[in-house]
């Protein structure tokens, strides 16, 4: 038997324990019903579920949901549209999801399935430093496809986030402080160009009164 508080209680017969839960408003939980004897223990049964439930959901939060992205290709993509499609492929894995990289082949194309192989490798080339890869290209029927992954965890990414937006404000700051250097070496030559209002009356020829 255990106290509400964590403390040991001992063994103590059921309608006992069950009487002494009820004179603190409190409930009796088995928490172990395979020992022998069975272990309980006195708790607020409702608040001890509210607090599971409420641990549930903070882990939920810090929990990315991973979804695979699809990018289709043709094997007649020119450069402008195979270069749109790869950032497609590069902002995907940047927020964590994965992508499945098709290719379609219509009618004659099928023969022609060596020129899409080359296109998703040359894909996979080209992520490689952002992704690793899942499954390199396979064809299913009439389609090839790859799926890449991001190469770097969420807690990762969320880091180097940081690193680069203190980064940033350090080198703004810098910056700054560069320019108020600038300005004020500027205004410097010109602040010594004006002459002294006290050196410029001594300077002045004093008036002679005529006898």
């Not at 990018?71 to 964590?96: A, S």
């Not at 080339?125 to 992954?149: C, Y």
């Amino acid at each position: 038997m255990i106290g509400d508080e964590g403390e040991q209680i001992g063994v103590m017969p059921p309608f006992e324990a069950l009487k002494l839960a009820r004179s603190k408003n409190l409930d009796l939980v088995e928490i172990s019903p395979t020992a022998q004897p069975p272990v309980c223990r006195i708790m607020d049964y409702g608040k001890y579920l509210y607090q599971q439930e409420k641990k549930e959901r903070e882990a939920k939060k810090h929990q990315k949901t991973i979804t695979v992205k699809e990018v289709k290709f043709r094997i007649n993509v020119d450069d402008h549209d195979y270069e749109t499609k790869k950032n497609h492929v590069l902002r995907f894995l940047d927020g964590g999801d994965k992508v499945k990289a098709t290719i379609f082949f219509r009618g004659r194309e099928m023969t022609r399935t060596g020129l899409g192989r080359q296109i998703l490798e040359r894909l996979i080339k080209d992520v490689e430093p952002q992704s690793i890869v899942e499954f390199r290209p396979r064809q299913e029927g009439n389609t090839l496809h790859a799926i890449l992954a991001p190469k770097k965890t969420a807690v990762e990414r969320e880091k180097e986030r940081e690193r680069e937006a203190k980064q940033k404000a350090k080198q703004e700051k810098h910056e700054k402080q560069l320019q108020e250097k600038l300005a004020q070496e500027k205004l410097g030559p010109e602040k010594e160009k004006e002459p002294a209002p006290a050196a410029a009356a001594a300077e002045a020829p004093n008036p002679v009164s005529q006898a």
